[in-house]
């Protein structure tokens, strides 16, 4: 009785394994298609190359600009100077104008210290490291300006601290500061003598006594408008002039821009440069000394980083990938029909 029972539940289970809800087709009822296989190539390959770009996309923000009127005209622009001239600080002034009146902005927030012209070595290297950088970035401005965004605030922005001193007293005066503008035209200049106002005018009175053969020749390390200044170009910083004469004008032509990066306020500007020699005999008239004109501009620059976020990405990638099988198996299906209508 029990062989009997044990060889009935031997012949359900194997009843059970040979138990197929879901017949397979024999082989030899299937048709082998090298259009098939030619579709599912090419779905594969456009597949990768969709995916690899999104992701690329992904993790490369996009810059886009765009422009507005700047009626932000009432509140005070900040310029940041630090600015070393090869002359003691005891004969130069540095005095701000603007076209509102003929007194000059406070300079209560700029130092005047005595330093020396010349850098140590190590200050010398890393002056050569930065000023390279931003030559390149000057030269190359507009093919690079979908990166320029992110790298303004990783750059080196300091020459370090002197190493070594020279044997001899200071030579040059170091102008750093900050002066309060008013958004409109006006002028920063440097020139002989410290300034007076004098029955409403503006002038550089000159110490005789204290009075040294002029050399602008001059280092500028930070000139730039606003607190967020190195989210920006500026296209002076960590330039350098030199001169051997004592009738030297150097004058820089700057015209400022509002700009507006994500939501951050800041400055840039363009700058263009010119030097001559004084000459009252050949005509050349003016005032030896650094003269730097500002305009402000009406328009606003916003930019803003267009990122495509990782819910954006994982929505991208399902679509293409769902789109693709679907198109490709709307394609396979009409080529099939095609090619029966011919065969026929």
Known sequence: MLRRRKEALVEVIQATKNLDAFPKLEDDYKELSSTRGTISLLVYGVILTLVCLNIRDYFSDSVKYSYDVDFDYDSKLKLNVDITVAMPCQSIGADVMDKSSKNTISNQNINMEDTWFELSPNQHKNHEFIANIYDNIRKDYHSLHSSLWHSFHKLPNSLGPREVYPHHGPDACRIHGTYDLNKIAGNFHIIIGKSVSFMGNHAHMVNFLAQTKANFSHRIDNFSFGDNSNLVHNALNFDIKVTESDKTSFQYFVSVVSTEINSNQAYQYSVTEKHREIDHGKDSH??????????????????????????????SLIGIIGGIFATSTMLNSIFQSFKDFLSK
């Open 286 to 315: 003016g005032t030896a000394g650094i003269l730097f004109k500002y305009d402000i501009s009406p328009l606003k620059v916003k930019v803003n980083y267009d990122g495509m976020g990782f819910l954006e990405l994982l929505i």
